[in-house]
């Protein structure tokens, strides 16, 4: 059976993604973004309807996070306008570990239609397409909680169990919480990705107080240096984020993709090796 299938930043890290993997499986897909006609964006509630008429399914990925200020309204009344729409399922992607995903994760719960949570940890390729490439292109990594252990997983999992979510109605009403098959240090990843590229990469360890002065200092908008101090703090230092979760295999039936395999791929593609370019 063919699905109409809305993907929310469908240009972004698993949303591009999920797109590729359902066109490929024959899938009819829209891809909500604001240069998609018709137009998303999560800024602009008008938008939500006419991007999901006609639509069986929907992927939802919240920007930049469901941890900010607004969120909670935004996914309410995507979940209003989906129902309204006729709208069937629902595919959230949320955080592991932030109280306020979870906050978001029971409007969608408790909107009436089926649904799937997926809650990820940190993703390997932060460190390959967002804001952590820049560090590791300059060779040298400053970044506070040295000694947190974190489960990185590769967005390509994660794509591959929001597939799996959206097209098996095995999986309406379950949360899966997406994991790396190891908890790995800042430091380690460093080591790991040093080694991968065969490149000189130094870890530096600093304090919050030394993070955030830092962004500050390079002129991050207000909202983005709080998202990422919170992300730190309270994300990352929550012992909930730091468990190794199997759900990746109970899914998709393979282990989950371990860091080094990531940082070997990703030094392969070349992107490591170009010359440095700002991610923020």
Same mark, same amino acid.
């Given at each position: 059976?063919?699905?109409?299938?809305?993907?929310?930043?469908?240009?972004?890290?698993?949303?591009?993604?999920?797109?590729?993997?359902?066109?490929?499986?024959?899938?009819? =897909?829209?891809?909500?973004?604001?240069? %998609?006609?018709?137009?998303?964006?999560? @800024?602009?509630?008008? /938008?939500?309807?006419? !991007? $999901?008429?006609?639509?069986?399914?929907?992927?939802?990925?919240?920007?930049?996070?469901?941890?900010?200020?607004?969120?909670?309204?935004?996914?309410?009344?995507?979940?209003?306008?989906?129902?309204?729409?006729?709208?069937?399922?629902?595919?959230?992607?949320?955080?592991?570990?932030?109280?306020?995903?979870?906050?978001?994760?029971?409007?969608?719960?408790?909107?009436?239609?089926?649904?799937?949570?997926?809650?990820?940890?940190?993703?390997?390729?932060?460190?390959?397409?967002?804001?952590?490439?820049?560090?590791?292109?300059?060779?040298?990594?400053?970044?506070?909680?040295?000694?947190?252990?974190?489960?990185?997983?590769?967005?390509?999992?994660?794509?591959? =169990?929001?597939?799996?979510?959206?097209? %098996?109605?095995?999986?309406?009403?379950? @949360?899966?919480?997406? /994991?790396?098959?190891? !908890? $790995?240090?800042?430091?380690?990843?460093?080591?790991?990705?040093?080694?991968?590229?065969?490149?000189?990469?130094?870890?530096?360890?600093?304090?919050?107080?030394?993070?955030?002065?830092?962004?500050?200092?390079?002129?991050?908008?207000?909202?983005?240096?709080?998202?990422?101090?919170?992300?730190?703090?309270?994300?990352?230092?929550?012992?909930?984020?730091?468990?190794?979760?199997?759900?990746?295999?109970?899914?998709?039936?393979?282990?989950?993709?371990?860091?080094?395999?990531?940082?070997?791929?990703?030094?392969?593609?070349?992107?490591?090796?170009?010359?440095?370019?700002?991610?923020?």
């Amino acid at each position: 059976m063919t699905d109409h299938i809305l993907v929310t930043g469908g240009t972004g890290k698993t949303g591009r993604r999920v797109v590729t993997l359902l066109q490929q499986l024959g899938h009819q =897909v829209r891809i909500g973004s604001r240069r %998609q006609q018709p137009g998303f964006d999560w @800024t602009d509630y008008s /938008t939500f309807a006419p !991007a $999901l008429r006609g639509i069986d399914k929907a992927y939802i990925v919240y920007s930049p996070d469901l941890a900010v200020p607004g969120a909670k309204e935004a996914i309410l009344a995507f979940t209003q306008a989906a129902a309204d729409e006729g709208v069937k399922k629902l595919v959230l992607l949320s955080g592991k570990g932030e109280q306020e995903a979870e906050a978001c994760e029971q409007i969608v719960a408790q909107s009436g239609l089926r649904y799937t949570l997926v809650r990820a940890s940190w993703f390997s390729q932060n460190f390959s397409e967002s804001f952590l490439m820049e560090p590791i292109m300059t060779g040298q990594v400053a970044l506070p909680l040295p000694h947190v252990q974190i489960p990185f997983v590769d967005v390509n999992d994660i794509a591959e =169990v929001v597939v799996q979510a959206l097209i %098996q109605d095995d999986y309406d009403g379950q @949360t899966f919480e997406i /994991t790396g098959p190891r !908890a $790995l240090t800042f430091p380690q990843v460093v080591e790991e990705i040093a080694s991968a590229t065969g490149r000189s990469i130094t870890y530096h360890p600093i304090t919050m107080e030394e993070y955030r002065n830092g962004l500050e200092k390079a002129g991050l908008p207000d909202g983005y240096a709080w998202l990422l101090g919170y992300l730190f703090e309270e994300v990352l230092a929550n012992p909930d984020n730091q468990a190794i979760s199997q759900d990746v295999q109970k899914v998709l039936g393979r282990p989950a993709t371990d860091f080094s395999e990531y940082a070997r791929q990703t030094a392969e593609s070349g992107v490591w090796s170009h010359p440095m370019v700002s991610y923020i």
